[in-house]
């Protein structure tokens, strides 16, 4: 099974937080105005961003440099390590976005809808997540959509799909911007199937 994280932190340097060499997992840096974030496919339901990146980062309150997001809405996910491997060369393309906060949980709510009922609909490494209240969208160019058949937890079509971008701006507090890519590792076939 392939997991997919991202974590986010803070630097008054971003340029000295770098991915640490040897990696077993896939992992791309990004940033803006002093946040760092960190995007990790792995084969572990768990990892630690501290084995993966390094630099000069601000702790948080708890003490910790890093700060998972929750993955709110992703177009496929990882079925096998086939179906996952990257056809071609990519690049990551990350974007954020903050969400107006008495509209956090419809969009979480339309979007799971959305999944569910259209799986493989877009990019499909594109995953959005949430920290706080700021949307981060990591894609990948060249674009790449799913070609296996993925079953989503719905059989309804309630998705307004004749009206979604004008339903989604009703949610945002500011405009999607796209970020700096700062590195990213190779991508790592993940092997045998679990």
Do not use: C
Request: charged share 25%.
């Amino acid at each position: 099974m392939i997991y997919r994280f991202l974590f986010v932190g803070y630097s008054e340097n971003v340029q000295s937080v770098k991915l640490l060499p040897d990696s077993a997992h896939y992992a791309a840096l990004s940033w803006e105005h002093g946040r760092v974030f960190l995007y990790v496919e792995a084969n572990e339901k768990t990892v630690d961003p501290d084995k993966l990146a390094t630099g000069e980062l601000i702790p948080y309150p708890t003490g910790a440099k890093w700060e998972r997001a929750i993955e709110i809405f992703h177009y496929s996910k990882p079925v096998t390590a086939a179906q996952w491997e990257r056809k071609r060369e990519k690049t990551p393309h990350v974007k954020v976005n903050w969400l107006k906060p008495e509209k956090i949980a419809g969009y979480i709510f339309y979007h799971h809808q959305y999944q569910e009922e259209y799986p493989g609909d877009g990019d499909r490494y594109g995953i959005i997540f949430l920290h706080g209240e700021e949307l981060i969208f990591y894609l990948e160019n060249p674009t790449e959509n799913e070609t296996e058949k993925i079953e989503g937890a719905l059989t309804t079509k309630n998705t307004p799909r004749d009206r979604w971008g004008a339903l989604m701006g009703e949610h945002f507090a500011d405009q999607w911007r796209d970020i700096e890519n700062l590195e990213h590792s190779s991508y790592i076939g993940f092997g045998a199937e679990e």
